[in-house]
């Protein structure tokens, strides 16, 4: 197979060939079709998440299934699956509903091993690095585990569904699972990336009566018009953002913050209702210190943390792609797309801000 490795931090990455490991008994192969590129990708890239090198990443994988593990019954060669983040499925965060918790997550995602320390690549004695969100999908095939494969119509356009994985999972998968917006109710989204149009999309999907985007970038604010903000607002044209939001909407019922930074969090956290909810999603750094004021908290407001959306994926990705049926939720005009040998002038761009959501295609189109 061929794979995107990074050997250094912060130089590009070079496409070669790696070869796989024998497949445990609960795993499976999957020839991608596109992988979609994340910030935390990037973020692991740099160095700000561990990882070891070198490594393949990438984990927003969709293709098919090449090969299945003799223990594999909830899959079969020929299916068509998105990859998302792994988790045990056994502990209580999981059978409770909630396997972004998981109690393994770390060890299943961010190691760079299978949980018992064997790699799923190696180049001739040398060891390659992958497992990454339990997949590690910039190549043309990616290991998995039947827990993190989820299985999708044979009808959808396989090579687009990737970022239901990971980035539109965490946007929708707040709206949807974790504040629960109800017809008529209102919302802030800042930061208008991939995650924040997610939802964006979710958001007008179930109703709400008042979706305001803020960003600093006028490009992404008119995009957020056209996927349902009813206002935009940039930072950079208000001496007093929270009043000018306060005038022009009054207090917001929920907020979804993707941005990460104390000041933005803050805003948030002024802009909401009484017993208004604010949902932080954005990773700046492992330890990322922020101050507010405990007088808003005090009038109900809620400050909380989201991982992936607090979703099951096997349950919200089937979901999000009946929405898109109906064009409730039209993600794919938020890619574009790249073949794998492009995977640098991708990340340029897309760290540039030039590209919403890029996904990689291999040369091959799904079966």
Known sequence: MRSALLRERNQPLCIEDVELTALQPDEVLVEIAGAGICHTDLSAMNGTIPFPLPAVFGHEGAGVVAAVGHSVITLAVGDHVVLSFDSCRRCPACVSGHPAYCKLFPALNYVGTRLDGSPTMQQGSNDVHGSWFGQSSFGTHAVASARNAVKVDKDLPLELLGPLGCGLLTGAGTVLNVLRLQPGQSIGVWGIGSVGLAAIMAAKAVGCETI??????????????TFGATHVFNPAEHTDLVREIGKQVGGLDYNVEAVGQGTVIRQALETLRPRGTCATLGLKSLQNEITIDQGHLLLG????????????PHTLIPELTELWRAGKFPFDKLIQTFPLEKINDAIDMFHSGQVVKPVLLTSKKPK
């Open 212 to 225: 305001v985007a803020v960003d600093v970038n006028p490009d992404r604010l008119a995009m957020s018009e």
């Open 301 to 312: 407001r809620t400050l909380t943390g989201v991982i992936e959306g607090d979703a099951d």
